[in-house]
């Protein structure tokens, strides 16, 4: 999963909104600088990854990509995931895409607690450039697969990962994410209920 459905599966709540968002990047030793609502953001985002990781149907996504992206097919799933549930969207959410991300965009920007420093820039980016909304279009997919394959350390083929998707977009989408993400949806739940109260 990449920022939209973690974004979603925070479940509206401002401080898993938060600790979500960071999941990826803040370090072990800033972990406990953040507040302890953030902390479990961050925790439930971990889960969120290494549930997905290991499910069954996520690993039959995987195998379909891996002739094309070897070992960065888990990268790419997690990105059509994301593009699957936009165009889903009406399926798990009651608001307009548009009006949830807006929603999110607030509440990143209205956290003003501890932060790493290189976390502040790339939350003003990702307002500034309305990151999951790319997830919508199949010209946004492919401007993330770019970014991405820039960065790649090995040859990726990310930069085909949109043309790749065209042809494997069906299977993806009826074998493996519309069963999968309500099964995510209530591992996450059952997580956060074991989350203690503020």
């Known amino acids: 999963m990449n920022f939209l459905a973690h974004s979603y599966l925070s479940f509206d709540i401002p401080d898993l909104v938060v600790g979500n968002y960071l999941g990826d990047f803040v370090k072990n030793k800033h972990l406990k600088t953040l507040p302890q609502g953030i902390q479990q953001g961050v925790k439930l985002h971990r889960f969120i990854d290494s549930y997905t990781d290991v499910h069954p149907l996520v690993k039959t996504g995987t195998r379909m990509l891996h002739a094309s992206m070897a070992k960065y097919a888990p990268v790419a799933i997690d990105i059509y995931f994301d593009f699957l549930l ?113």
């Open 86 to 198: 936009a165009k889903h969207w009406a399926l798990f959410h009651e608001s307009e895409l548009p009006t949830f991300c807006e929603k999110i965009y607030d509440t990143l920007m209205a956290y003003d607690g501890p932060m790493p420093d290189y976390m502040i820039g790339r939350r003003r980016r990702m307002v500034a450039g309305r990151w999951l909304e790319n997830y919508r279009t199949y010209a946004g997919l492919q401007k993330v697969f770019t970014f991405l394959s820039k960065r790649a350390k090995f040859p990726s083929n990310l930069d085909q990962a949109g043309n790749i998707l065209l042809t494997l977009e069906k299977p993806l989408e009826v074998e493996v994410f519309l069963p999968f993400f309500p099964i995510l949806i209530d591992a996450v739940n059952t997580e956060i209920s074991t989350y203690p109260s503020k």
